[in-house]
């Protein structure tokens, strides 16, 4: 019983082409959260979702594009994707925002633009 | 700005030694800290979160402590084994003076423990 899973895995795909990533928890938690891990390893957050609503976006380009259909699922669609887009992007969630409950992460998704 | 360092890229130990990992901040006064763990090609996995009011957290061969005065946190792995061997990353709630949402994590870059039998 995964926590908070991500589809795909691995991602490898042409600059200038689309693809979203899935994330889904069955943990119960109101807030989700996109984190992108670079090649020298820094988790950067991008986004964060509670109960279906976007509460931050963290200067990220507005080709990455959140959403949020409920509460358990947060998918990022990316467009237009930039070799500078190659990463590990991470999705987490948490009871809630700011409450300081330990953030539960995905296994993460390679992405990797060609 | 908001920073987070952890000082040490890596860190080699002997198996049985205590591990001691650093986490120093500056401009900020959070309310909580936290500690994760990643192994390669995994997500971070949460180990534990001291408040501001604590000196100390321990669990098992884990133990915190949170010093708000000299904006440091070290992470002690005590008896370390080579099954610790992994990156550790500290975490800290983005502050409200920052901009951003208040509490989203902000994280570290991480320590490379090696732990060697």
């Known amino acids: 019983d995964t926590a908070v899973s991500q589809t795909p895995k691995y991602l490898v795909t042409q600059m200038g082409n689309d693809k979203s990533i899935k994330c889904e928890q069955n943990?119960?938690?109101?807030?989700m959260y996109w984190y992108k891990q670079d090649s020298k390893k820094f988790l950067k957050i991008m986004f964060s979702?509670?109960?279906?609503?976007?509460?931050i976006n963290e200067t990220v380009p507005n080709r990455f594009s959140p959403k949020s259909p409920d509460k358990a699922h947060l998918n990022l669609h990316i467009n237009s994707l930039e070799l500078g887009d190659s990463a590990v992007y991470f999705c987490?969630?948490?009871?809630?925002?700011?409450?300081?409950?330990?953030?539960?992460f995905g296994s993460g998704t390679r992405l990797t633009v060609v | 700005s908001q920073k987070i360092e952890q000082n040490s890229e890596a860190l080699n130990i002997q198996e049985g030694k205590t591990a001691t990992l650093t986490c120093n901040y500056t401009n900020y006064s959070p309310a909580y800290l936290q500690w994760y763990r990643q192994d390669p090609g995994r997500g971070p996995v949460f180990l534990l979160l001291i408040r501001e009011n604590e000196k100390e957290k321990r669990k098992e061969r884990l133990k915190v402590t949170f010093d708000t005065t000299l904006k440091q946190s070290l992470f002690h792995i005590t008896a370390s084994q080579p099954a610790d061997s992994a990156t550790y990353l500290c975490?800290?709630?983005?502050?409200?003076?920052?901009?951003?949402?208040?509490?989203?994590?902000?994280f570290g870059k991480g320590t490379k423990l090696s732990v060697k039998p």
């Open positions: 943990l119960g938690h109101d807030t």
């Open positions: 975490a800290l709630p983005r502050g409200w003076n920052y901009g951003g949402s208040q509490g989203n994590l902000i």
């Open positions: 979702y509670n109960n279906k609503e976007l509460i």
């Open positions: 987490a969630s948490s009871p809630g925002l700011g409450t300081g409950y330990g953030y539960t």
